[in-house]
Each structure stands twice: as C-alpha cells, then as structure tokens.
C-alpha cells in the first residue's frame, strides 16, 4: 500500500537524521564523531514500533507536507526525539525530501543527548543543521563531553562535524597520561 511505503520511508528519513545527533558509541566505548546514516547490525525486524504522537497532525498530499503539531514525541527504539513542531517535506508521493524539527527539539538515547531550537535534515545534501543559541550535542556517562554553538553542522557520509561560533567541553582526565606538556 502507498502509504505504508510512504510511512517506512519517513522514518527510515527521520532515524537517520536523529541517530546522527544522537550519535552511537564504538564497542570499545569511545565515541565517534557521529552515527553512520544506518546502524551497523540493524536487526531484520524491529523490536519495537516507532510512535509518532502530536496535539495535531495534517497531511497535504497535493503539497506533499505533513504537520506534526504541539508536544510531537518520537518514540523509537533506538532514540526518543522532543519537539514543539515536525515538518516532513515529501518529493513525490514517498520520498523525503527534508524534515524540520522546530522548537525546543531535544534527542536522546542510552549515549548521547543533542538539543536545539531548529534542526533540518536535508537528504540531498546528506546534511543536518542544528541551531539556536546554545544547540549541543553531549555524549553521556562516563567519557561525559559536549559541543555547543549558535550553528552546528552535521554531514552524514563525509563524517564531518562544523560548529559555529563553537565551543568544546572534555571530560576530566582527557590529557591525563601525555607524556610531553602541552604548552612549554
């Protein structure tokens, strides 16, 4: 059915976009610099649904938009995802074109958190652009680190990271063990 094709391909559009910023850890735990547009070992069939709930949702067939409005929650089962407003641009009838998360956007999962007031996901450029005045992308627990700035962008398949104007957080310990000072 057209429109089962339709919703399997937003979300694939919309994991991909969140599981960037939020994104996953190497196995020996150190982070890298985000997630690939798919999981490495993507189970055949997912464990869990993925919910989409809003206050509101409108579908424009003829301008190929959906609404997702007020207090929109994702709920997948590799990240949650938080925003006042999701907007899913469609090319045709089932390709994503863009999606925009607007207003106090926030993405989690069991490593990482990432928080914005705007975040677009472009497919053509494979680019997701995060901003506000203090968009952050942080990696959790122990190796706890984080990115801030106005402007943080992401390129998926160049593994590429620009912030803007930035600023860096490491954790504790980060130069512990370098044998020769940083500064003489």
Known sequence: MNNNRFW?????AASAMIMVCVAETTTDG???GE????PKEAPAT????????ADKIE???????????KNVLVNDEQFIMRSDRLIVFMEGTND??????IGNVSLTNENRSARCEKAVYTRKDGQIVMTGNDAQLE???????AVSGKRIAIWLNDERVEVSPGRVVLPPGTFKGVDKKLIP
């Open 35 to 38: 997630a690939p547009a798919t």
């Open 30 to 32: 150190e982070a890298k």
């Open 96 to 101: 994503v074109d863009q999606i925009m998360a």
């Open 8 to 12: 399997m391909t937003w979300l694939l």
């Open 139 to 145: 990696q959790l627990g122990d190796k706890a680190g």
């Open 59 to 69: 579908f424009d067939n003829k301008e190929g938009v959906i609404l997702f409005d």
């Open 46 to 53: 997912p464990k869990q649904e993925s919910v989409i709930t």
